[in-house]
């Protein structure tokens, strides 16, 4: 079928206008007759290239707008197909064998209603779940955990919210207790800040330039085709994240999340971040960085899966960003700021098996400030929806365009027994 | 005077322990009034010393500790050995295992307590702390900067002595703007200097003590002091010097703990192990006056114009350039010779001279002036066990420098361990950068100082934890 006919067909399996989508045209969360509900959000820092992640493969414009750095279905890496318009990155095979058994779905061209490129504030808008940053020092997930009834769905513990990581994360403070943990092990100095501290270094200071490429094998890498990252002379090599710590870490943290979560006596509720997905340079999508963080990231989702045990069933796990990026490459094989992206989301109590979509197009008309995938839907309905729907928060706080106020000031309440930090 | 925000930025990177919020501001006016302004605050370089012991209270405690600890080890091998014993006697006499066969006296189960911290370990500790709360506190730091150069200068070690920390308040401090030839006679003869420099144990092999024990001479103090501590190496002195000062100071020693429940473990100078006899050190004879020949040799060394050149050439290297310019040199050895050793006229002189304002932060900062700025700038009180660690690991270990020459003062020895410093900072930043505002903190910070290349770096970062990583390890931070 011409590719051209599909985009259209995409448009016609939308639920209208987006300015009025709500959560009751998404597929609905499943509703047993015994829930007790799971809800964990990972913040995935930096701003995802949603395009990169679940690639329009039926758009007409694709291809010509990513090159040889599209992902598509024909490609070396052949990406996994969602539906007829949409198709998975090949790095995330848990996440496309969730999505096949109903378990994972994916809503793209979506954005906060934050319109600038700062990270920080991105990330403030996210979590805060206000319109804009430095409102609030609480997280809507947090106020939500407030706003349930007593007595409503969430278990004996589901009133205290968990935190993993060595910082609470914005999305996960505020009023309700938080239990918080640290894996054993910090995520090591990344790659990318290692080269962005390189890249400072070159410019300004060449006595530490030498030290740093020296440690962290930088040169051996350009050099040699990547074939031996350490310094010759043995010397020791910087601790900076193979990707196999980060893996590691990625797994270690979700897995730990999903174990407090699926205890029966356990919070109802977690939140963790991830870093690393700024990818102005070498973005790597089908094969590379930003490939490999998505391994890692598939990693975590199956590890949550499996910790979850019986408790799965009971689970929506909300994977969301601050940002996408732009839509073309930038001259380093990079991708910079943008505005929407894919959120993805994946647990037993979703069902999914489906891309949601107001799909906006791709040409440069179509684009956000001509340069950035433009955003029809509110991430904020959709979590609201989440928050209704799985965790049943009461509808009156949310009332008005955002998430639950904040109703009291926030107090450090985190539990001491857990509390690592 | 007009306001200079980049001398008042060096100031406190280059003089100081770095910036907290609102530091560079608050002396915008006049940067090098206030560095002088911090040497004339009354109790400058002292430190709120609480309920820390002193040297000699350090020293007898943990004898007494140590005591009890052997004696605590040898009861309990007594009775490991007696229930080893019973168990064997009682399976010989049933010629089968006997589940009765309980160790007499098993000591209590310890299991669930935690182990207490032993008492040279909390000693430690309790100096450690108080010496990073006085350098965080501290609204500049210059004078704690001058504080921890003369300890470096004069250092001892930890692993040697329970009293490093004592050591610092007792013989520094109290010096640090005063007389450099009182802080000479203060570190050299402290038993901190005694025990590390072995002197405790040096004597004269012509005194009573030699003629009887047959023990003698240890020359590594007196050879320090000439080399390390005063004159410089390879300068006026020769090797009949460094055996003559020796002899000199033969009898400086230490108090047996055992023996003296109140001043064991503090100096005393011993008559009966004093070399007898004049002695001629660089030129000039000493007479024997006892405790008083080696106090008058000191009191010479103190001022001799090679001690005045040792001590400038370390200063300015220290606190402006491994190479430090020599007219900057020339200035501090002869205020330094002007003034008999007034060592606050001597840091006088180098805020003075605009040698020490070049724009270049040549300096790489010392691993526990780096961690120190890090806390500041971050505004954190610090964690003692987690500062130390951080030292061990930058090659800073507090109180324990590889020879008694001190940590090295030139660039090259710290510029390895940046791989070590990004981890620190990449660690730290993770877990406190969410609730700071980094691109704040690097305007408070390094915001005169800091090139478009840093300031891009941290707005760019993907991350708070990465923007402050990046300003913690940006050259105008790391530097000086």
Same mark, same amino acid.
């Given at each position: 079928m011409p590719a051209a006919l599909l985009a259209p067909t995409r448009r016609a399996l939308l639920f209208g206008s987006a300015a009025v989508f709500t959560w009751a045209y998404l597929p609905r969360v499943a509703r047993a007759e015994r829930r007790d509900p799971r809800f964990l959000a990972i913040v995935l820092r930096g701003g995802l290239d949603g395009l990169a992640v679940v690639a329009p493969v039926g758009d007409p414009d694709w291809r010509k707008l990513r090159g040889d750095k599209a992902l598509v279905l024909d490609g070396q890496n052949p990406a996994l197909p969602l539906d007829d318009f949409f198709a998975l990155n090949p790095a995330m095979p848990n996440l496309y064998r969730l999505y096949r058994a109903g378990q994972a779905l994916v809503v793209h061209a979506v954005a906060t209603p934050y319109r600038e490129r700062s990270h920080f504030d991105g990330q403030d808008v996210l979590e805060s779940g206000l319109a804009g940053p430095g409102a609030t020092d609480t997280g809507w997930l947090n106020r939500a955990l407030s706003a349930l009834t007593p007595?409503?769905?969430?278990?004996?513990?589901?009133?205290q919210a968990l935190a993993i990581g060595p910082i609470t994360p914005l999305v996960m403070r505020g009023p309700a207790p938080v239990l918080s943990w640290m894996p054993p092990r910090l995520p090591p100095v990344s790659d990318d800040t290692a080269m962005r501290l390189l890249d400072l270094y070159r410019h300004t200071d060449p006595a530490f330039a030498g030290v740093l490429e020296e440690r962290i094998g930088i040169a051996a890498i350009a050099h040699a085709g990547g074939m031996d990252a350490r310094p010759a002379d043995g010397s020791p090599a910087v601790q900076t994240g193979g990707i196999a710590q980060v893996r590691t870490y990625f797994a270690e943290a979700a897995g730990a999340a999903a174990k407090f979560l699926a205890r029966p006596d356990g919070p109802r509720v977690g939140a963790l971040a991830f870093d690393g997905w700024d990818t102005h340079v070498n973005e790597g999508a089908v094969k590379g960085r930003l490939a490999d963080l998505l391994g890692a990231l598939d990693g975590a989702i199956a590890a949550i899966e499996t910790n979850m045990g019986e408790a799965w069933p009971d689970t929506v796990v909300a994977l969301v960003t601050e940002f996408g990026r732009t839509a073309h490459i930038n001259g380093n094989d990079g991708t910079d700021h943008g505005t929407a992206t894919a959120a993805l989301f994946a647990g037993g109590a979703l069902r999914g098996g489906r891309v949601v979509a107001d799909w906006p197009g791709l040409k440069d008309a179509d684009l956000h400030d001509k340069r950035d995938l433009k955003p029809t839907i509110d991430l904020r309905s959709v979590l609201k929806g989440l928050l209704r729907d799985h965790l049943r928060v009461d509808e009156r706080p949310s009332r008005g365009d955002g998430l639950p106020r904040q109703r009291r000031r926030p107090a450090d309440r985190r539990s001491p027994c857990l509390t690592a930090v | 005077m007009a306001r200079d925000a980049r001398a008042a930025a060096l100031a406190l990177h280059r003089f100081g322990l770095g910036p907290r919020a609102g530091a560079i501001e608050a002396i915008v006016s006049d940067p090098r009034g206030a560095l002088i302004d911090e040497l004339d605050r009354p109790a400058a370089g002292l430190v709120a010393a609480g309920d820390l012991p002193s040297s000699g209270a350090a020293n007898r405690a943990v004898f007494e500790f140590n005591a009890e600890r052997n004696a605590k080890d040898k009861l309990a091998r007594q009775r490991r050995e007696a229930a080893q014993k019973f168990a064997e006697n009682a399976s010989q006499n049933t010629g089968m295992e006997n589940e009765m066969a309980a160790p007499p006296e098993a000591p209590p189960a310890m299991a669930g307590q935690p182990e207490p911290v032993p008492l040279p370990r909390q000693i430690f500790l309790d100096e450690a702390k108080a010496r990073f709360d006085t350098a965080i506190r501290a609204e500049i730091g210059f004078v704690e900067r001058l504080v921890w150069f003369w300890s470096n200068h004069f250092c001892v070690n930890a692993d040697a002595t329970v009293m490093a920390g004592g050591y610092e308040r007792e013989a520094i401090r109290p010096n640090v703007l005063g007389r450099f030839a009182d802080m000479l006679q203060a570190a050299d003869g402290h038993p901190a200097m005694l025990l590390y420099l072995n002197n405790a144990l040096s004597i004269g092999p012509n005194s009573v003590a030699g003629i009887n024990r047959d023990r003698g001479l240890n020359e590594n103090l007196a050879r320090e002091i000439l080399? $390390?501590?005063? $004159?410089?190496?390879?300068?006026?002195?020769?090797q009949a010097d460094v055996t003559n000062f020796a002899k000199i100071l033969t009898g400086w020693t230490i108090r047996e703990t055992a023996s003296d429940p109140d001043h064991g473990g503090e100096f005393v100078f011993l008559r009966r192990a004093h070399e007898p006899g004049p002695q001629t050190v660089v030129g000039r004879e000493y007479p024997d006056t006892g405790v008083e020949q080696g106090r008058a040799v000191l009191a010479d060394l103190a001022r001799h114009p090679a001690t005045a050149r040792h001590i400038a050439t370390k200063l300015a290297r220290h606190f402006v350039a491994d190479e430090p310019p020599p007219a900057l040199v020339d200035r501090l050895a002869s205020r330094f010779l002007e003034t008999d050793g007034d060592l606050k006229e001597v840091a006088r002189a180098l805020i003075s001279a605009p040698e020490a304002w070049a724009p270049e932060q040549a300096k790489i900062k010392r691993p526990a002036e780096w961690i120190v700025a890090v806390l500041r700038a971050t505004g954190q009180s610090g964690d003692i066990q987690r500062i130390l660690g951080g030292l061990n690991l930058l090659g800073e270990p507090l109180w324990r420098p590889p020879s008694p020459k001190g940590f090295p003062d030139d660039n090259a020895a710290w510029l390895d361990g940046l791989a070590q410093r990004l981890d620190i900072a990449n660690t730290f930043a993770q877990r406190?950068?969410?609730?700071?505002d980094p691109p704040a903190i690097a305007e408070a910070t390094i915001g005169p100082l800091a090139s478009a290349e840093t300031r891009g770096a941290i707005d760019r970062a993907e991350s708070k934890p990465q923007a402050l990583t990046m300003l913690l390890m940006a050259p105008e931070f790391l530097r000086r």
């Open positions: 007595g409503g769905s969430a278990g004996a513990g589901g009133r | 080399e $390390l501590h005063t $004159l410089g190496v390879r300068t006026v002195y020769t406190i950068a969410d609730r700071l």
